[in-house]
């Protein structure tokens, strides 16, 4: 082959990357879901992984620590654990609190909350703080800004039919009101 060509071919891949990266927004399609910013209120979230949890996992152990008394770790045959690890940033000029109410909807209008858990045991939940101008959640040099999901947890226990009315939607409600940011989730 010659050079030439095949400095044709690198550039025709070269222009079909970059002209398929535009148009990404903020509300994606389920495939396109993590990494993925949206708004809710003034603080910018972004979703980095959200997966079904193995209570039997050496990983996914550590999610499960702190649960509120009344809340049991077992699974019966229809649940399963599911996090949802969130990042969020302040990009504002003025100082914001984050979300501290969340849920999930499936597709046949069925609403999800996450269990609170214990901040003081389980270091990878979320809790709602108030970030300065350009402050970050998790924290840089926390153990869930440097765990594998590079987020703060939500748990949620949620159906097995869950599977069946996909796709699934994570509601961010701002602390002070408004429309809430929605984020698709892969399941």
């Known amino acids: 082959m010659s050079a030439r060509r095949l400095w044709t071919i690198v550039c025709a891949f070269a ?8 148009g990404q927004v903020s509300d994606p399609p389920s495939d396109l879901n993590n990494g993925v910013y949206v708004d809710a209120g003034p603080i910018t979230y972004q979703l980095q992984v959200s997966r079904e949890l193995n209570p039997y996992a050496v990983e996914d152990r550590q999610y499960l620590t702190g649960l509120p008394s009344g809340v049991s770790r077992t699974l019966t045959p229809d649940q399963l654990w599911y996090g949802v690890f969130l990042w969020a940033k302040n990009q504002t000029n003025e100082s914001h ?4 109410r969340f849920d999930i909807v499936d597709s046949s209008g069925d609403i999800y909350y996450p269990i609170a858990l214990d901040t003081s045991v389980n270091e990878f939940a979320w809790t709602n703080q108030v970030l300065d101008p350009s402050e970050i959640q998790p924290a840089p040099n926390t153990v869930a800004s440097a765990g594998p999901t590079g987020g703060s947890l939500l748990l949620f226990k949620l159906p ?4 069946a009315n996909r796709p699934l939607t994570l509601n961010i409600y701002p602390a002070g009101g408004g429309k809430p940011g929605q984020i698709s989730l892969d399941l």
């Open 15 to 22: 222009v079909a990357f970059g002209v398929a990266a535009c």
């Open 97 to 100: 609190p984050t979300a501290q």
């Open 160 to 163: 097995n039919s869950v599977y």
